[in-house]
């Protein structure tokens, strides 16, 4: 059987991908066998050091969705204003925006363009 | 029988449709019946994959011997019902009918809890009629009851629940949107039929010639079907049903959206497809949509925090792959020399991308349906710690995330692979917005891996369980189709992608049928 997927000027062998990813896998396994032998799960070596304060509860600390890429959509702010400005939810907006494209496309269509 | 599989996989679900309200005392049947009548229907579906790429295109009329019948009067056009199956329709005829038997299969564990579970499974089995018929008529008036059909059983099942105000709403809104894009493409059949007093799309296809009426037909059957396979900025609807429906219905309402962009690749290469100076300017609306659709459709997802709704714009971001991968194949499609270089590669690219798709969105929604069935929430800020509690949905997860993100060796890869490399050809700056695309998508799963996956385990779920065995064996079933179809590309493309794109490129071949006039 034939694996080679054939692109008008290229290839992808997906077989080799694989050989390649195992490769990669048995050295990744080699490293973390290598690491430290003496840590030990569900010990006290295993609770974060906060100089001594009580370690708060897990919903407290927890990294959430909302927080995941807070920068990078700062930074598009103006951009996302308008995106949100376009998504209204409201029915007769999306009817709107139907007949917009309809009107832009039968013009380039019918010879406007 | 053999003969008579177009109207057996009409025939078969609609018969399931009509007999699963019988087994309204008794719901769990009403889930059996279902699943019985989808496997069969699948069964059907690979027989006719089979005869289609045995023996051609298939015509069968309904009511008559032949389709070249003439009324006695002489008038000799073909009259009657005819359904023409050609290689894409019997692939998107696979499709429809693998993603109703995952879809039930899912649902038998997912809805078990709710009521009405005899119109739901009566609903997915005329969805699955709806999109069968669109996707095997070669009548025009057909694909438009048809489309009815599918646009009508698939907001009531929107709305299934429909003691959530957020789920009657989002079924109201995809019914007015299902209803004003049918009733535009109804109205632009009518416009053809007053030219010529036919609707056979391959008689139709020898005898348009192009005029002002024409174009306006071509144009609102464009846009009518854009916004049903909800290219942007049409999309909106698309997030609002998605999230809303319950997840084993995801599957078949993917396939919905699809077969209208079927039908808009339909409308272009056979109905219109003899179209020579218009064509260029067709395929490049298609890809400008196209590049719109992913990009806009990504940035929307990376802040979301639905889980589903977030999955949804990804939908809308992955229909745009679709629509460029073919559109580039459009826009080259009377230039033979750029064709065969790149244009036919860029086809099998889009349409590769549909069945992946249809496949690892289908899963990925499937596990946005796990994580609210175990919690009672799809709001990724109050998750977190699941993949101890889930582990084969999150397996499940993981290999849907990275074939959408186009990670080799998943499907998602090499149907990506194929557009990228010929939409550069055609301008570079498309294959950059569609690598982009890739990077955001892969951010966005990241955000959901990170948030409801991993992390320390919560103590309000400390009591959950993996769900129930059907939910992970119709996930599980997904994410072997995803390694799969990754690991033989090549197998899929030739034996199902290619003759699908062949079948939309020769148009003379879908209108050489039966001594057409």
């Not at chain 2, 038998?108 to 709710?114: G, I, N, Q, R």
């Not at chain 2, 009851?145 to 099942?157: D, R, T």
């Not at chain 2, 796990?370 to 889930?390: I, P």
Request: with cysteine; proline share 4%; glycine share 8%.
């Amino acid at each position: 059987m034939n694996f080679t997927l054939l692109s008008p000027s290229g290839f992808w062998d997906p077989v080799l991908w694989l050989i390649f990813l195992i490769l990669f896998g048995i050295i990744g396994y080699i490293i973390y066998s290598r690491g430290n032998p003496s840590y030990k799960q569900n010990t006290e070596q295993v609770k974060p050091y906060l100089s001594g304060n009580a370690e708060p509860s897990k919903e407290k600390i927890m990294v959430r969705a909302g927080d995941i890429y807070w920068g990078f959509i700062e930074a598009l702010d103006e951009y996302y204003v308008v995106l949100k400005r376009m998504h209204t939810g409201d029915l007769r907006d999306y009817i709107l925006w139907y007949l917009g494209i309809g009107a832009i496309v039968l013009f380039i269509l019918v010879g406007g363009v | 029988m053999m003969e008579h599989l177009p109207a057996l996989m009409i025939a078969v679900p609609l018969f399931g449709a009509f007999t699963t309200p019988l087994f309204k005392k008794r719901q769990n049947m009403a889930a059996i019946w279902a699943l019985v009548i989808t496997a069969a229907t699948l069964g059907l579906s690979l027989l006719l994959l089979q005869e289609v790429l045995n023996k051609g295109i298939i015509v069968y009329v309904f009511g008559a011997n032949k389709p070249t019948l003439v009324l006695p009067s002489g008038y000799r056009v073909p009259v009657r019902i005819i359904f023409e199956i050609d290689a894409i329709g019997a692939f998107m005829a696979l499709s429809a009918t693998l993603m109703s038997f995952i879809g039930a299969l899912y649902s038998y564990s997912h809805v078990e809890m709710e009521t009405g579970l005899e119109k739901y499974y009566a609903l997915l089995l005329l969805l699955e009629v709806g999109i069968l018929g669109m996707v095997l008529t070669g009548d025009l008036f057909n694909l438009f009851v048809f489309l009815e059909i599918a646009g009508i059983a698939g907001s009531a099942l929107v709305g299934f629940r429909n003691y959530r105000g957020e789920a009657s709403e989002a079924g109201v809104k995809y019914l007015i949107v299902s209803a004003v894009a049918s009733l535009m493409v109804l109205f632009s059949i009518g416009l053809l039929y007053g030219q010529y007093g036919n609707l056979n799309m391959a008689y139709l296809s020898k005898q348009i010639h192009f005029d002002t009426v024409d174009m306006i037909a071509l144009g609102l059957l464009f846009v009518s079907f854009a916004m049903k396979c909800g290219s942007v900025p049409m999309h909106y609807w698309v997030p609002d049903a998605y999230t809303e429906v319950p997840a084993g219905i995801n599957p078949t309402l993917l396939v919905a959206t699809y077969a209208s962009l079927y039908a808009l690749f339909r409308v272009s290469f056979s109905l219109f497809g003899a179209i020579t100076w218009n064509m260029a300017r067709v395929g490049w609306i298609m890809s400008i949509l196209g590049v719109l659709t992913m990009f806009i459709g990504v940035t929307m997802a990376l802040v979301q925090k639905d889980v589903k709704r977030l999955m949804s714009y990804h939908a809308i971001s992955q229909t745009g792959y679709m629509l460029l991968g073919v559109g580039v194949g459009l826009t080259v499609l009377n230039d033979p020399a750029k064709l065969s270089a790149f244009g036919r590669a860029a086809m099998a690219g889009g349409i590769f991308h549909i069945i992946n798709h249809i496949i690892y969105k289908s899963l990925l929604l499937m596990t946005a349906g796990a994580l609210f069935y175990v919690t009672g929430t799809r709001n990724l800020n109050e998750m977190g710690g699941l993949a101890r509690k889930m582990p084969y949905t999150t397996i499940a997860f993981i290999v849907g995330a990275a074939a959408i993100s186009g990670i080799p060796p998943f499907n998602g890869f090499a149907s990506k692979f194929l557009i990228y490399e010929t939409s550069y050809q055609l301008n570079p700056l498309l294959a950059i917005i569609a690598m982009v695309t890739s990077v955001l998508t892969l951010a966005s799963f990241v955000k959901v891996f990170a948030s409801a996956f991993l992390g320390p385990p919560l103590e309000k779920y400390e009591n959950v369980r993996e769900v129930p065995k059907p939910m992970v064996v119709a996930m599980i079933i997904l994410a072997i189709l995803c390694i799969l179809f990754g690991l033989f590309p090549n197998v899929v493309l030739n034996k199902l992608i290619y003759p699908a794109v062949d079948a939309l490129i020769k148009l003379a071949q879908y209108q050489s049928w039966g001594g057409l006039v």
